[in-house]
Structure formats: C-alpha cells, structure tokens
C-alpha cells in the first residue's frame, strides 16, 4: 500500500512536471521567434542544414565570416549577421578573391543571417536559412575601415529614386563584372537588384547574356545587390525556390517596374510584418530545436577562415594578389584553409 502511495505520488509529481514543461514550451510557442533567434549569440553546434524557406526558416551548423580577409571587411559587425551556411560562406570567399582578379578592389559585406537564422529584430524579410548574403556595390577602400566607420559609413545609392534609373557617373564595367561573376557559381540561383539595375545590363551587356536570368529585379537593393543560393546537400527540410523564369527577364517583367504600380505607397503602412506576429508556431518545428542546440566551443571555431590562420596585411591585397607569377607569400598561407565546398570538420577545436 505504502508503496502504491508512493508511486501515485511520484505520478501526480510527474504530470504536475510535465504541465509546466508544457506550459513552458507553449509559452516558447508563442513567443515571438525574432526575439528568441535574435538572443542567440553563436550558431547551434550540429551538422550543417537549412530548415525552411528564405522568409521562414531558421539553420544549424552555421559558421561566420571573419570580419577581415585580403579581399573582404565586414561592415555593420554589431549586428552579428557574419553567419551562413558554411557553403554560402564558403562562396563568399570565393567571391570576394575572384572578383578581386576581375579588378574590383575587395567586398564590403552587408548582413548574411543571424547565428542561427530565424527571423530578424529588424530588416529583411529573408536572409533566415543561412543562404542569402548582402554585398555593397562601394568597392573596399583600400585601407581596414575601424569599428566606427563599420557602423556608420553610409552606403552610395546607384539608382536616382524618383527615375528609378542608375545614375550613369556611378556605374561602371566592374559593377557589370562583379554582378556577372557572382551569377557565374552554379550553386547561385538568383541575385536580387534593383529593377534599376537590371535594365542598366538588360540595356548594356554584351556578348554572353545567358547570366542576366539570374539578376531578378526587387525593391531596395541599390547600394547592395543579394546573392541566393539554393538549397544545400543534407538539408532536405530546406525548401526550394521557384526556378527562374527562362529569358533574360529584359521583356514586359521589367517594363512592370518602370510605371507606377510598384511604387504606389503602401495602403496599410502600419499593418505588422511577417515577424512582427511570427511565432515558433510558424516556423518549421525543426527550427526549436535549433534553438535549443548547444553552443560551439568558441567563436573562433566557427569563424572562417579560422581565426588561428596567419593574419594578412591588408596593406595592398591587388598588389598583393598580383605580385610575381602566383600568389603573395601572405595569400598562400591564407589559401591554406579547406577547400572551397568542403564541409568543415565540425564543431572545430579551439585553437
Ligand atoms: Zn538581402
């Protein structure tokens, strides 16, 4: 009897347990998920995969940029959004050195995703999966820009707002190139511009075309374009985007963007955004336990290049990068770190 007593005892404590755990977790339901992604500081350390769509969604397995590369600085760092999936932040990289061959003077980095994605306290609706990446059309100075500067430097529209047409004294062929490089990775899928810009190539490019498909004309995105990727291998709770539409999208699409309709003001400017009223009830359930998931062991092991590589002199990377037939000693070292699309060994020792 005594020991019936008990473990009816133990039941009630139980299901008295297990009713705040549930209430617990109701209340995590309906909080908003922009404040619960927004209070992460580092990724969740587990393997790599984005959970979701561009707009709703969260990832695990993320890494950072570093703030400085030879060919990249990251700009507006306190808001923590260096973190990607490592493919993105792989193509970044690559990127960043290519388009330095191709003459642009090194990347300024816009936002990529918070830690571990999630929708945002402020701004973008998409950047939540860990693939989409901001990047300025200003060419890095060629100096390390402080902190300050970082925060406050402000960014140089190409497109006059009223013509919503790019205002030629500030366009030239290496934006063409950077934005043709960019839209030349196959795992790119779109690159986002303003509709000011896409007529500026539909109006200019030469020779090979086939590129444009991918620049997709979107509000905003004048002093930055947006570079997607597709859904990565081992993510298959990612969900796919609707596949470009065929052409250069230089036709009747475009012309849409050059009357009124887009620019009408909004009806219902005070009605809330998407995650204004999202909450971890909207998102994939996958997503809490990306939220619940451990820390890494430090920033460093997450950060790519690893921040225990050789530190560059970011003194004169073009010249850097051109000097002799190869590589500068510094670039070498550099270009030690894993190859590009090669998963990295996760969670990496901090060194
Ligand atoms: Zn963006």
């Known amino acids: 009897m005594r020991a019936l007593r008990g473990t009816m005892a133990r039941g009630v404590a139980m299901l008295a347990a297990l009713s705040t755990l549930t209430f617990a977790q109701d209340a995590v339901a309906q909080e908003l998920a922009k404040n619960l992604f927004g209070a992460h500081q580092l990724p969740a350390a587990t393997q790599p995969q984005s959970i979701g769509f561009y707009s709703k969604g969260c990832f695990s397995g993320g890494v950072a940029i570093a703030t400085d590369g030879p060919t990249w600085q990251a700009m507006r760092l306190s808001r923590n959004r260096r973190w990607g999936h ?185 009605a809330p955004k998407a995650r204004d009223v999202m909450t971890m009830a909207s998102l994939p359930k996958a997503c809490r336990a990306v939220l619940e998931a451990p820390d890494p062991v430090s920033i460093a092991a997450v950060t790519y290049p690893s921040a225990g590589a050789p530190t560059i002199s970011r003194a004169d990377p073009i010249a850097a990068l051109a000097a002799s037939d190869g590589l500068s000693t510094a670039v070498s070292s550099f270009a030690a770190t894993p190859e590009y699309g090669a998963p990295l060994p996760f969670p990496r020792p901090a060194d």
């Open 86 to 270: 490592p493919a993105m932040i792989s193509l970044i990289e690559k990127l960043s050195r290519d388009a330095v061959q191709d003459g642009w003077p090194g990347l300024l980095l816009g936002d990529i995703s918070q830690p571990r994605g999630g929708p945002m306290l402020t701004g973008h609706a998409s950047h939540q999966i860990g693939l989409d990446a901001d990047i300025w059309f200003t060419p890095m100075p060629d100096r390390r820009l402080t902190p300050q500067e970082r925060e406050n430097m402000s960014a140089t529209s190409l497109v006059n707002e009223k013509t919503h047409r790019v205002i030629d004294r500030l366009w030239t062929p290496a934006h063409e190139r950077l934005l043709k490089r960019a839209a030349s990775y196959p795992e790119v899928e779109r690159i986002l511009v303003n509709p000011g810009i896409k007529k500026k190539l539909c109006d200019t490019v030469k020779g090979d075309r086939a590129w444009l498909r991918k620049i997709r004309p979107f509000w905003g995105h004048d002093y930055h374009f947006h570079v997607r990727i597709g859904c990565q291998p081992g993510s298959p709770d990612c969900k796919r985007q609707a596949t470009v539409a065929a052409g250069e999208g230089c036709d009747k699409s475009l012309a849409w963007w050059f009357t009124e309709e887009p620019w009408r003001p909004n009806q219902n400017p005070d």
